[in-house]
Each structure stands twice: as C-alpha cells, then as structure tokens.
C-alpha cells in the first residue's frame, strides 16, 4: 500500500502541476483571464449558436468519500475543516458569508477533549458528513493505533465504532477511510511491522485489507486482501458495486507485469459485486485507458474515465458506460475529474492548454478559460453546495481560493476569494 500511494502521489504532483493548476509563483498580482465565449457543443467539441444553461448539482448523498483538511457539509451548506497534522477538532467555514466558527457552543471549552462537540480524537485523519453524522478515522498512541469514530452533526457524545491496537512494540496500525455508502463505511485496515537493521528501523512486514463497517450491525467485513504489499484504488462504490483501478493487473496474454520498477505500470479499470465477488473489466491498456492523477474519479452513481480522446462515464447503478466527449485534437496531455455533476477535462500540449465543463446529465458543454493559454485558470481541490476550492493560476501565493460554481463555470474570476 505505501508502494501504491508512493506511485499514486508522484504522478499525480506531474499531472497537477501541469495541468489542474499548479503553478509558479508569478512576479504580479493574478489577471483575470478572459473567458472565452460559452456555447452550446456537441460531443466532438465543436460550437454552435445556442447558450448554454450552466446547471449545478446538489451533493450526493450516497458515495460519500472522505476528506482530508476540507470536507462538504451538506448540513450547513459550507465545509468542515481541519488541520493537515494533529488536527483533533473541527472548524466550520461559511462561503457565503466568508466566516469561519468551532461548531462548540459551551461557554469556555478549550475543545480538547471528548465533552466538545468539535472534538475527535488525537489526529483527524480522514471526515466525512453522512446522514446526519460525522464520521472520522482518527490516529493516536504516537500515531501507532487507528479508530473510526463517529458523533451526530447536532451535538452528542463521541462513540468509537471501530478500533485497531499494536499487539506489539513494532507495530503500527495505521488505517484509512474512503467514505461511506448505503450504510457502510469502506476502510483500509493495515497492519505494519517494523524491525532494526543496520542500526536504522526498517519496514519487515505489511499486511493490508479493503474492508466495510456494516453502520446498523458493527460487522466488519472483509472484502479484499492485499497482494504484494498492495491494493487497487477504489474509485467509487454504490450500493454492492464498487469500481477500481488496479495498477499491477497482468498483461491480457497473461504474462505479469513486474513489480519492481522495471516496466511500465499496466492498468484496468473494473467493477466488483461486493456481495458476490463478481469482476467485470470496464476497460484496460488494451483500449488505451488513459487514467488521471486527480482524485476526484468518481460522483454519487458515476465514476469517469478516459479512452483515446473520449471521455466515458461509467453508471455503477445500471453497471452500463456511455461516451461523454471527444477532445477536438490529439493532444499530447489530458486529465480530467467530476466534481458538481460535471466532467472537467484538460487536452493540450506544450505551450497549448484548453479545458472544457461536461455536464453528465445532458451532456452540455462549455469551454473554460485559461491561464495565458498554457494551463487551467481555477483548478477545483474540493466542493461543497454551491462553491469550489482550490488554485487560482498565476497567484503569487499557495492559499486556497474560493469561487462559487456559477461563476467557475462562466470563466468569472472576479468572484475569486480567499
């Protein structure tokens, strides 16, 4: 699992850097880039006459995935917050009104411990808001021990659902929430053991397991076990269907791939009956399956995918696929990610860079302006009701920008805040 998200991480600072709005720092203030002229397009990406009606989506309330530092809060609207590191209580932050407030009304807490109704645990690693509830994975014992720990939005006491102790001194369980989906929360539970070498402590074993934590029963059910030190990622669930990327399937003649480095990765995306075990590829190298280093692969039902200059959609209620867009250009670089019931997709090369917004529902398409041409002018990190988060191109600052979806999807970067 490390090996996994080693890999996942590194090439997804490559593909972000170049193309979701990671940027140099620049010597002036950001301009404003001019928004190109929004109409209606047919899948192949060409214009014609008619304006498009901009939609927004609420949020979905199944496939809730998990977050790190924001989270959206269908309760109130915002986002919950928190710290990177050592986070062990929440924040709550109104886009609306520009506020941020500890959602703890008792007349002075400290919100250290579990009588806060903002309060988590030692260090936050993962929260999600899920019919009514937060649910948290939470790291504490020196960062040894994991627990999945939930408390309702309005207030209440803090309940430990789930939790995972080192039997030993050179252990670690260091475990991780993906989110929660018709009833359950999806985790990885691992298991580490460490030993000394050379005078340097080295990793000597791992074991690792995707597993579900029935919300109405406590059962813990595991579905998958690790191969290697590894486990696909999991792009979405919905209801027993869940969709992966598995990184090191075999090639289609049955060879494998090796795992040391050596040869470039294979890659397959493909749904899995939870319930029944069943496996059924939705694409592979064989297709040209071009993946994406976003994070953001899969919204309520839907998870989105690649293939050549198309974009797909996969429905993982209906289990079908439909084709979303056609880029214009063979471009030497894509990336693409949902968010807000809408496909963001990127093509360009070298010194070229245009990006468009697909709405999955109808299909519509409009075009999003650039920074100076080369790269995407707002790269959307999270969403909540009604606005993005994430980076402005050309800021002379790494902070978080603001903007709300009608105007992120009108090219309207003087609505831009922070």
Not at 65 to 74: H, T, V
Not at 252 to 266: I, M
Not at 280 to 298: G, L, Q, Y
Not at 358 to 363: E, F, K, R, T, V
């Amino acid at each position: 699992m490390k090996r996994h998200f080693a890999a996942i991480f590194v090439c997804m600072a490559v593909l972000l850097a170049s193309f979701t709005g990671c940027y140099s720092p620049q010597e002036n203030a950001p301009s404003v880039p001019t928004a190109p002229t929004q109409a209606a397009q047919t899948e192949s990406g060409s214009s014609a006459e008619e304006p498009v009606e901009i939609k927004t989506y609420p949020l979905p309330e199944e496939n809730v995935q998990a977050d790190r530092i924001y989270a959206p809060s269908p309760s109130t609207g915002g986002f919950w917050t928190f710290a990177v590191f050592n986070a062990s209580s929440i924040q709550a932050y109104d886009p609306v009104t520009r506020t941020s407030y500890i959602p703890c009304y008792q007349a002075g807490c400290k919100h250290n411990d579990e009588s806060c109704t903002a309060y988590f645990g030692k260090e936050i690693t993962a929260l999600a808001e899920y019919r009514g509830n937060f649910y948290a994975m939470i790291c504490y014992n020196d960062d040894t021990a994991s627990a999945l720990v939930t408390r309702p939005v309005s207030g209440g006491p803090l309940e430990v659902l789930a939790r995972w102790e080192p039997e030993n001194e050179n252990e670690v369980r260091r475990c991780g929430l993906y989110g929660l989906s018709f009833g359950k929360a999806y985790l990885t539970v691992a298991k580490e053991t460490f030993a000394m070498e050379d005078g340097q402590e080295e990793l000597a074993d791992e074991e690792y397991s995707d597993c579900y934590l029935d919300l109405e029963t406590g059962e813990l059910v595991e579905y998958m076990a690790d191969e290697d030190g590894y486990l696909p990622y999991m792009h979405g669930v919905w209801g027993d269907v869940a969709v992966f990327q598995d990184w090191y399937a075999d090639r289609p003649d049955g060879t494998p791939v090796k795992r040391d480095g050596s040869e470039d990765y294979n890659f397959r995306l493909y749904s899995k009956n939870l319930r029944t075990g069943e496996e059924k590829t939705i694409v592979d190298v064989t297709e040209n399956f071009i993946w994406t280093a976003d994070p953001h692969v899969s919204w309520g039902q839907y998870t989105v995918y690649q293939v050549d200059r198309s974009v797909y959609i996969y429905d993982m209620e209906t289990q079908t696929s439909k084709k979303l867009f056609t880029h214009d250009q063979d471009w030497q670089n894509y990336n693409y990610w949902i968010m807000d019931g809408h496909v963001t997709v990127i093509g360009g090369a070298e010194d070229t860079c245009r990006a468009w917004a697909i709405d999955i529902m109808d299909g519509s398409v409009v075009e999003l302006a650039t920074h100076e041409g080369i790269s995407i002018a707002f790269s959307a990190h999270y969403e909540c009701g009604d606005y993005f988060i994430g980076l402005l191109a050309g800021s002379r600052d790494s902070n978080n920008y603001y903007i709300s979806k009608e105007d992120y999807y009108h090219s309207n970067f003087d609505g831009v805040f922070h």
